[in-house]
């Protein structure tokens, strides 16, 4: 089967050091009082370097190392993830870009004007990732009070629109959510590709959403078994919808080194300094990224409660759940040596991983070792991403 491989740029600053010590690049790490030393400028808006220069580092840096895309996570605390893909599309040649975002954020008809002008600009290079909020509090926050379910609806809904404003110039549709009285793209937009649809979350009602419009269904890395399920359940589900070559991504750090131990010593680092900053066992990722259904892994962690030690925390071989305990979202990486990475690429590959989102730390550093040493041993395998429905087929109107 083919395989695809994005990375991941830190849209919340970069974590080499755990977040907020003033080591790290960027401001996001400046901490008041504390002379940082960390690459970039002095965090003065207006400055020669800013914290989206490091970002386009990264992002050369994954295109020059064959990467051929890389998502953007959204999160209320980040840089807006759509917004960063505008201004890194033009210094990139063929790098996708993996834009997150709620239907809440914005309205159909102007998701498409974005998106069409974005996919003309740039040889439609824009990726959607669908999230419909993991917190009730967040959802609050930003003044959204419509419940869990019922966000997955609206999401649908919001895909059937946005389908049909893609694909007809006069478009009607009377839905709970939304409406439209003849809108759509018109030439010269309407010459662009909807872009490719990714969405994640493993409620119930996520995996209905997920079977029912996505291309590519993203995970966070579990044990191999439980990854083989979660396919084999969604599988059913878009079957029912016609979709049988519904897709699957993956998102995993890594931890990759020449040798085993020096991917285990990097590893022991991380936990180390969490030890010295009280910051163990704080739970899996970040609140956005958590599922209505707590990973295996994740209910393991209170028998851990305590652990310093890096061999604890391994799930299976070299994928290794220590990122989770220390609130380092996704949560797990692949910890070993260039070949033992391969090896596990190989094994998620194998039970139907397509597209895997592999980042780690340094970003920068870790997409020249992935892109010198794990990716080149896929060079024959590798496919690019594509719609599993031309967009042009959309004809949705009621
Ligand atoms: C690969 C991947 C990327 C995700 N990116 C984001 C993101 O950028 N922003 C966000 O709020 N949630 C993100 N999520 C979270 C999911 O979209 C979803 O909201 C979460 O898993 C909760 O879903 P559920 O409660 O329906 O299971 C991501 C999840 C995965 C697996």
Redesign the pocket.
Known sequence: MGIEFFTRLPLHGETEYLAGDPRNRGDWSKVDGVENTGAVSNYDVGDDFSYIDYLSQIARAAEINGFGGA?M???PTGEEPWTVCSLLARETKKLNYVT?FQPYHFSPFNAVQSAATYQRATGNRLVW?I????SEVLQQQIGDSIP?DERYDRASEFLDVVKGFWANDSFHYKGKYYSAEGGGLKHPLNKAQLPIIC?????I??REFAAKHADYY???AERPDEIAELIADMRQRAAKYGRENIKF?M?VDTIARRTEQEALDEAQRFLDEAAEKQRLNIGAAHA??????MLSFENEYSEKKGSTNVHDFFIHKNVWSGFGYIGIP?GVALVGSYDQIIERVKEYNDIGIDLF?LAGYPHLEEAYRLGEYVLPYFKAQREALHPLIASKQYDIAL
């Open positions: 998502l996570v959204n999160a997150a990732n999230i419909n909020g993991g869990h969405t994640a979350g493993s409620s009602a996520a993203l995970m966070r991504g998102s956005g990224l958590r599922s209505a259904r996704p989102f």
